[in-house]
């Protein structure tokens, strides 16, 4: 299985804050990286697929970048609504396989 | 619009086997192309990819699970079950069928778009 390591597993940042989340692939995934959002007791919502592609509806200020094993997710001006717990998880190949999760919290 | 619903028991015992089932509108589950994944998310922690399933049957499961796990097609009910065998305590999660939207090449690719809303399964001892 491709193992994926999410870092930091938490955070605190202030609104308004630029919040990056790096993800990294135990071998390489090529661009099949999507990041999804959870707030407490919410379905998971895709935020970006395929490395930096914005799922429709989502906010500009969300925007994903890398590629092979390397991956961030930047929130660049973070919003009360955007405190929750964020997930990357690679689709390269099953078993498809998600990181351990990075919660950000207010400061 | 695409949904769909998880339903199922929310309280089983140990080694009883799971039975969910995963009710679609929108879409077709034996159109071309149509995947539904199953994931589960013990409380307190991260998500658990489980399973995906195609309209062609060609079904991928968890390595670690996969002995525990079947995941079949009810195309007149326009449903997808999903059966998991000797329940344990360490099961207990919430449980999401999801619709897989493809991107790339290759036909297991793609990207979980939209989610049902969840079953809370608790296991007994």
Same mark, same amino acid.
């Given at each position: 299985? !491709?193992?994926?390591?999410?870092?930091?597993?938490?955070?605190?940042?202030?609104?308004?804050? $630029?919040?990056?989340?790096?993800? $990294?692939?135990?071998?390489? !995934?090529?661009?099949?990286?999507? #990041?999804?959002?959870?707030?407490? +007791?919410?379905?998971?919502?895709?935020?970006? @697929?395929?490395?930096?592609?914005?799922?429709? +509806?989502?906010?500009?200020? *969300?925007?994903?970048? +890398? &590629?092979?094993? /390397?991956?961030?997710?930047?929130?660049?001006?973070?919003?009360?609504?955007? =405190?929750?717990?964020? @997930?990357?998880?690679?689709? *390269?190949?099953?078993? #498809?396989? =998600?990181?351990?999760?990075?919660?950000?919290?207010?400061? | 619009?695409?949904?769909?619903?998880?339903? %199922?028991?929310?309280?089983?015992?140990?080694?009883?086997?799971?039975?969910?089932?995963? &009710?679609?509108?929108?879409?077709s589950i034996s159109t071309r192309g149509v995947g539904v994944g199953w994931i589960r998310q013990p409380p307190g922690e991260a998500l658990e990819w489980l399973a995906l399933v195609y #309209? /062609?049957? /060609?079904? $991928?499961?968890?390595?670690?699970?996969?002995?525990?796990?079947?995941?079949?097609k009810d195309t007149s009910k326009n449903q997808v079950v999903l059966l998991m065998t000797n329940m344990d305590p360490v099961d207990t999660a919430t449980y999401y069928c999801a619709h897989?939207? *493809? @991107? %790339?090449?290759?036909?297991?690719?793609?990207?979980? /778009?939209? #989610? +049902?809303? %969840?079953?809370?399964?608790?296991?007994?001892?």
């Amino acid at each position: 299985d !491709i193992q994926m390591t999410q870092s930091p597993s938490s955070l605190s940042a202030s609104v308004g804050d $630029r919040v990056t989340i790096t993800c $990294r692939a135990s071998q390489t !995934i090529s661009n099949y990286l999507n #990041w999804y959002q959870q707030k407490p +007791g919410t379905v998971p919502k895709v935020l970006i @697929y395929a490395t930096s592609s914005l799922q429709s +509806g989502v906010p500009s200020r *969300f925007s994903g970048s +890398g &590629s092979g094993t /390397d991956f961030t997710l930047t929130i660049s001006s973070l919003q009360p609504e955007d =405190f929750a717990t964020y @997930y990357c998880q690679q689709s *390269f190949t099953t078993p #498809w396989t =998600f990181g351990q999760g990075t919660k950000v919290e207010i400061k | 619009q695409i949904t769909l619903k998880e339903s %199922g028991p929310t309280l089983v015992k140990a080694t009883e086997t799971l039975m969910l089932t995963c &009710s679609l509108s929108g879409i077709s589950i034996s159109t071309r192309g149509v995947g539904v994944g199953w994931i589960r998310q013990p409380p307190g922690e991260a998500l658990e990819w489980l399973a995906l399933v195609y #309209w /062609d049957d /060609d079904n $991928r499961y968890s390595p670690s699970l996969k002995s525990r796990l079947t995941s079949t097609k009810d195309t007149s009910k326009n449903q997808v079950v999903l059966l998991m065998t000797n329940m344990d305590p360490v099961d207990t999660a919430t449980y999401y069928c999801a619709h897989r939207k *493809f @991107y %790339g090449s290759g036909s297991y690719k793609g990207v979980f /778009d939209i #989610w +049902g809303q %969840g079953i809370m399964v608790t296991v007994s001892s």
